[in-house]
């Protein structure tokens, strides 16, 4: 999280971004990494930190979004190991975060799934793109402040369009960034016993699993950080790196979350692993969660 500038990738020149806030993403961290002398969390990625290799998906990207989603589109960012410039060539996704200027509709979604799939396709460096659709209004709510707010101004790069971190707070690695972020376990876990059921009935069930596996793990393995994130005093997206700040809170549960870093990168389609979610390792977690920092925020009805 040092460094860069939020410059357009795009025919190998570069355009300043309209909104620039690259001071986020610049200054000494203090003690841990991820945070500035001031001990405010700094955005992560820039596109300068986009490998060579994923320049031309990115460009392409950027190009088809503006044609595909024309007025309808307020900004456009990029997040994940692509602008973090960790992705792996054939083995990392394109993930994309786009801001409408209105709520998404059906053919928003029908329309981002045809253009990744479209992109997937195209460029054999990628292993999948997927994209969230938000509105702007959305975004920066004061409900979400503290949640997709941060995302956009701490994980999210910006590729298209206004920088919505200029409008958002600086962030600080508190309890109430804990409990906004991934306080919501308690009601995740249903869920995923029924993703997991559906999982052992699909047509190709071992792949089903090892989706699951993958996804899951990388989720309980970065609410196991931000659990501990106050006390650790920083932030990092390594999977490993967050299992063992984990770890040094947590010595009884290291092994457990260890084990899911590394499925999280490498995941099998271990149907064990995945009960061992849901019934010891996530329910003790949204437990210790809540115990420490208390439960999300609700959302209205229907606002997933």
């Given at each position: 999280m040092?460094?860069?500038?939020?410059?357009?990738?795009?025919?190998g020149?570069s355009?300043?971004m309209?909104g620039?806030?690259?001071?986020?993403?610049?200054?000494?961290?203090?003690?841990?990494?991820?945070?500035?002398?001031?001990?405010?969390?700094m955005?992560?990625?820039?596109?300068a930190?986009?490998?060579?290799?994923?320049?031309?998906?990115v460009?392409a990207?950027?190009?088809?979004?503006?044609?595909?989603?024309?007025?309808r589109?307020?900004?456009?960012?990029?997040?994940?190991?692509?602008?973090?410039?960790?992705?792996r060539?054939?083995?990392?996704?394109?993930?994309?975060?786009?801001?409408?200027?209105?709520?998404?509709?059906?053919?928003?979604?029908?329309?981002?799934?045809a253009?990744?799939?479209?992109?997937?396709?195209?460029?054999?460096?990628?292993?999948g793109?997927?994209?969230?659709l938000?509105?702007?209004?959305?975004?920066l709510?004061?409900?979400?402040?503290?949640?997709?707010?941060?995302?956009?101004?701490?994980?999210?790069?910006?590729l298209?369009?206004?920088?919505?971190?200029?409008?958002?707070?600086?962030?600080?690695?508190?309890?109430?960034?804990?409990?906004?972020?991934?306080?919501?376990?308690?009601?995740?876990?249903?869920?995923?016993?029924?993703?997991?059921?559906?999982?052992?009935?699909?047509?190709?069930?071992?792949?089903a699993r090892?989706?699951?596996?993958?996804?899951?793990?990388?989720?309980?393995?970065r609410?196991?950080?931000?659990?501990?994130?106050?006390?650790?005093?920083?932030?990092?997206?390594?999977?490993?790196?967050?299992?063992e700040?984990?770890?040094?809170?947590?010595?009884?549960?290291?092994?457990?979350?260890?084990?899911?870093?590394?499925?999280?990168?490498?995941?099998?389609?271990?149907?064990?692993?995945?009960?061992?979610?849901?019934?010891?390792?996530?329910?003790?977690?949204?437990?210790?969660?809540?115990?420490?920092?208390?439960?999300?925020?609700?959302?209205?009805?229907?606002?997933?």
């Amino acid at each position: 999280m040092t460094g860069g500038t939020n410059d357009r990738v795009s025919g190998g020149t570069s355009h300043r971004m309209a909104g620039d806030t690259s001071d986020r993403t610049t200054g000494s961290a203090a003690g841990r990494p991820g945070v500035d002398a001031q001990g405010r969390l700094m955005r992560e990625g820039s596109l300068a930190r986009v490998p060579r290799s994923f320049r031309p998906v990115v460009d392409a990207a950027g190009k088809r979004l503006t044609d595909v989603f024309g007025p309808r589109l307020h900004s456009a960012y990029l997040y994940g190991s692509v602008p973090r410039g960790t992705a792996r060539v054939g083995r990392s996704d394109l993930d994309l975060l786009l801001a409408l200027h209105e709520e998404p509709t059906g053919t928003d979604r029908a329309d981002a799934l045809a253009l990744g799939a479209a992109l997937d396709g195209e460029f054999g460096q990628i292993d999948g793109c997927g994209t969230l659709l938000f509105s702007r209004a959305r975004l920066l709510s004061d409900l979400e402040q503290y949640d997709l707010g941060w995302f956009v101004a701490c994980l999210c790069t910006p590729l298209l369009g206004e920088d919505l971190a200029a409008r958002l707070p600086r962030y600080r690695p508190d309890t109430l960034l804990a409990r906004e972020t991934n306080g919501d376990l308690h009601l995740l876990l249903p869920r995923w016993r029924r993703r997991i059921d559906d999982a052992n009935h699909a047509e190709d069930t071992a792949e089903a699993r090892r989706t699951l596996v993958r996804s899951l793990s990388r989720h309980l393995v970065r609410t196991g950080f931000t659990l501990v994130m106050p006390r650790w005093n920083g932030w990092t997206s390594d999977l490993r790196e967050m299992a063992e700040a984990f770890a040094g809170f947590y010595p009884e549960r290291a092994g457990q979350m260890r084990d899911a870093a590394v499925l999280g990168l490498e995941p099998t389609g271990d149907a064990v692993v995945l009960r061992s979610y849901v019934d010891d390792l996530g329910p003790w977690l949204a437990g210790e969660y809540a115990r420490v920092h208390g439960v999300k925020a609700p959302r209205p009805p229907g606002w997933s």
